[in-house]
């Protein structure tokens, strides 16, 4: 399969993200503004750490390239050596699920990304708490970590909080609660599917007037 250009956008941004931040500050630098030495550093490494979190997903989703687990492992690790909390839940996602199956290492990641306030992690955490993956079943630690994000408005938290109350899943049964939740979900995905349906048609009218 040859790289599609979508694969090589991301190649190309992996290996020149870094270089145009560093451009971008350098220009802000010339026009006066005052940035800290500290905040340069963090905006490199985040820069950095996009470009390779996004090829790192081109390789384990096979988009524009043939699937290749173990690069987008790597690509994954050395964002998250470099603090990337995305990359880090990816990286434990790996390590759960796939490459170098390390349950532990999984939970652990994910821990420090909730503790930094990630609410993909906080849910991905409350999974092993829920699930004994990585630690001991705690269902109430589990419904806690779902809570806190589902009231941020994350869709797989308030889907999993629902659960919990339908299944008394680390809280007293509450079908209300549980039924309110379905509604948010279900609201959300008509929405989505109103979009997707007036795309579509926009699409096939204008084959139609070819």
Partial sequence: MKPTKSFKYCEKSAENEFMNTQSQFYNCYNKEFEIETDNKIKVYK????DGLVKLGYCYQKGIGIEIDKVKAFNLYKEAAENDSLDAKVKLGYCYQKGIGIDKVKA?????????NDSLDAKVKLGYCFQKGIGIEI????????????????????QYNLGQCYRFRIGVEKD????????????????????????????????????
């Fill in 46 to 49: 985040e820069a950095k750490n």
């Fill in 107 to 115: 939970f652990n990641l994910y821990k420090e990304a909730a503790e």
């Fill in 138 to 157: 705690d269902k109430v630690k589990a419904f806690n970590l779902f809570k806190e994000s589902a009231e941020n408005k994350n869709n797989i938290a």
């Fill in 175 to 210: 079908e209300t609660k549980a039924l309110s939740y379905i509604k948010k979900q279900l609201k959300k995905r008509i929405v989505q599917l109103k979009i997707f349906l007036e795309y579509y048609m926009k699409k096939e009218l204008e084959q139609k007037k070819i």
